[in-house]
């Protein structure tokens, strides 16, 4: 958010450009953003998006994701997962899938994803939500993947089914993109626009997506802001859901 809000500031010469992630909807609106990403951004592209899971330790007594839905309408509020900050989209992503799933969550917040993943494979919480940081210790069976947020299923984890999949309409992939200051000149927009377009469409920037378990979800500028603008108005929707300005008002 620093950075977004420097940019927002910048003269507008092409020069200062920087990432612009889906989050600037959320914080925005909560005030941990003081730009306004409806009026003072050029969008040059949507990049790719991230890989959010939920993952527990191998002796934990949720073996699937329904063994932890169902344990939790039982004992509401009992269920802990850790999460890397309050209105982060570790957070409101779990937020909306409980309640999509009607359970309430005992939610955990951390100052950053290292932390939260730390105190889960430590046994503090009983689960992590996070993006790929726990991809490594899946793959040595130090933690265990519930499931994953995507659209279809990561293809490093083909076995592991998606929120959608397993009957709860939650899509979070947070996609980053790119952008400049508002006010940049027609010609320097084309440029850049077409520039990241090859970019993103390289070999080399698809490897390193892979390797990160980042999904390429490219959209040229103009169409990245209107799918600011749709997700603006989710964004608002959640916030009033969730009560996120109150939670962010107790700490």
Do not use: C
């Amino acid at each position: 958010m620093i950075g977004a809000k420097a940019i927002a500031a910048a003269k507008p010469d092409g020069y200062t450009i920087g990432q612009i992630p889906i989050s600037v909807t959320r914080f925005s609106q909560l005030g941990t953003l003081q730009a306004d990403p409806m009026k003072d951004f050029t969008y040059i592209a949507r990049t790719s998006g991230q890989t959010f899971g939920i993952a527990v330790v191998p002796d934990s007594k949720f073996k699937t994701l329904k063994d932890m839905v169902t344990y939790a309408k039982s004992n509401p509020g009992k269920v802990t997962y850790a999460h890397a900050g309050v209105g982060g989209a570790t957070h409101v992503g779990m937020e909306e899938f409980a309640l999509a799933a009607g359970i309430q969550l005992n939610a955990i917040a951390y100052k950053g994803g290292s932390a939260a993943l730390n105190d889960t494979l430590g046994g503090q919480v009983d689960m992590l939500a996070d993006s790929s940081s726990w991809a490594p210790h899946v793959e040595a069976g130090k933690l265990r993947l519930l499931a994953t947020w995507g659209e279809q299923r990561t293809p490093r984890f083909t076995t592991t089914p998606t929120l959608k999949e397993l009957g709860f309409k939650v899509v979070v992939d947070a996609p980053n993109g790119i952008g400049a200051p508002a006010g940049l000149a027609a010609n320097v927009e084309t440029k850049l626009r077409d520039a990241f377009r090859f970019a993103v469409n390289s070999d080399e920037f698809k490897a390193v997506a892979s390797r990160i378990d980042a999904p390429l979800m490219y959209l040229d500028g103009p169409d990245y802001k209107k799918y600011v603008a749709q997700m603006f108005q989710h964004e608002t929707n959640l916030i009033e859901r969730l009560k996120l300005k109150e939670l962010l008002a107790k700490g």
